[in-house]
């Protein structure tokens, strides 16, 4: 297959799995979003983890020599208070979750309740929690049951560490609809209110855009999805091995962003 890399002047980048693992960057990362923004190229930051703010995704990118902007980053965080906000500005919500949803609920105007005693909850939004407990998740049971709509950042069962996968927002979504034998609206990668969302954002269209994540069932689905270019690195999640057994095929599988940058510049083409 050869590829003309100078059509793609947008890059939509998965972060965790793919430029670094916790607090720890992946081989390469640094060097590789020099060399995007040597070639003026537009880049979105997307990721799934709702469990930090865009602030402090900034400064975690920064660290690691990583510059970005807030405007730069998409979290499923943004892309479900944008939506809650717009299909119900005084909405009041039980949320489950870390700072990041909060702090994006927050900043479109939709109030949190955290007393039990309320029974006028009109959404549970959950996010991935590392704090969740049988107290959690039966406040949410019970809103829900009382007739709130729940609603999920991501699917992600899984979540990757430094030192492995610990259970993601999907695992916890997954019990809330167990004891309520309710079906979530997930916000989150593949679904297509995420990139509809990021391309209303950034102004990026499909034709000269490549996303690059480490999982198939929501970076790459998602891409194929919306016919964008896709790129699988295998620093995360999902291997060579998982594409078989899922039958979801990228666009093209690289080791990490080290080969990824190799390849672009060999004479353009690969």
């Known amino acids: 297959m ?8 947008n890059f939509i ?3 965790d799995g793919v430029i670094y693992r916790g607090k720890h960057p992946l081989p390469g990362s640094d060097d590789f979003f020099r060399f995007l923004r040597e070639r003026k ?19 975690k990118l920064k660290k690691m020599n990583i510059y970005a902007s807030e405007d730069e980053i998409i979290s499923s965080s943004s892309i479900t208070a944008y939506y809650v906000a717009r299909e119900n500005p005084q909405s ?3 949320c489950i979750g870390e700072a990041g949803i909060r702090d ?12 039990s005693s309320n029974e006028n909850i009109h959404f549970v939004i959950v996010g991935m929690d ?3 407990n049988y107290e959690k998740l039966t406040k949410a ?3 829900v049951l009382n007739g709130a709509q729940l609603y999920g950042t991501n699917p992600d069962l899984t979540y990757p560490m430094e030192d492995g996968l610990i259970p993601g927002c999907g695992a916890i979504l997954a019990s809330i609809e167990a004891c309520t034998g309710t079906k979530a609206k997930v916000f989150g990668k593949p679904q297509p209110e995420s990139i509809q969302f990021l391309l209303e954002m950034t102004g990026f269209s499909v034709e000269d855009t490549i996303l690059i994540g480490d999982r198939l069932d929501t970076d790459i689905v998602l891409a194929k999805q919306q016919n964008i270019f896709s790129i699988l690195v295998l620093t995360g999640v999902h291997q060579g091995e998982d594409v078989k057994k899922t039958g979801i095929v990228p ?14 510049l060999m004479k353009g083409e690969a």
């Open 104 to 115: 994006e609920l927050q900043k479109n105007g939709i109030k949190m309740i955290d007393d």
């Open 141 to 143: 049971m019970r809103y």
């Open 41 to 59: 190229s537009k880049i979105a930051f997307f990721s799934n983890n709702s469990t930090i703010t865009k602030g402090q995704y900034v400064d």
């Open 251 to 264: 666009d093209m599988i690289v080791e990490n962003l080290i080969e990824l940058k190799k390849i672009m």
């Open 13 to 15: 980048v998965d972060m």
């Open 2 to 9: 050869y590829l003309t890399w100078e059509r793609y002047k």
């Open 130 to 132: 590392r704090q969740f």
């Open 92 to 94: 009041q919500v039980y």
